[in-house]
């Protein structure tokens, strides 16, 4: 089993900066790919950024690309996502996930990820 916390959320104003956390522990040995998910109020989740964790290939949405850093501490079992430039439209509960295979071309595909954080806020104001 593996359990996965989330932290470093908050409230920020646009153009703003925040890091978020999220702490893996359990069986961290049979995972290859971790993520960040976020839900906006009234919307579905959708895929922010993905890494594998073995080669360190890193995939990101188009809404966050050029602004959000997805990056991952072995030592610690951490993974990070540096979130710069926020805009309004950031404003959403943030979620990590993690599953055992090879993040693909499908790598915002909630289905492949069997295990979730509980979520951590991040409220962007204009």
């Known amino acids: 089993q593996l359990v996965l916390v989330e932290s470093g959320g908050g409230s920020v104003q646009a153009g703003g900066s925040l890091r978020l956390s999220c702490a893996a522990s359990g069986s961290i040995y049979s995972i290859r790919c971790m993520g960040w998910f976020r839900q906006a109020p009234g919307k579905e989740r959708e895929g922010v950024a993905a890494i594998y964790t073995e080669g360190s290939s890193t995939y990101y949405s188009d809404s966050v690309k050029g602004r959000f850093t997805i990056s991952q501490d072995n030592a610690k079992n951490t993974l990070y996502l540096q979130m710069n430039s926020l805009k309004p439209e950031d404003t959403a509960m943030y979620y990590c996930?993690?599953?055992?295979?090879?993040?693909?071309?499908?790598?915002?595909?909630?289905?492949?990820?069997?295990?979730w954080g509980q979520g951590t806020q991040v409220t962007v104001s204009s």
């Open positions: 996930a993690a599953h055992s295979f090879w993040c693909g071309g499908d790598w915002y595909r909630q289905s492949d990820f069997p295990y």
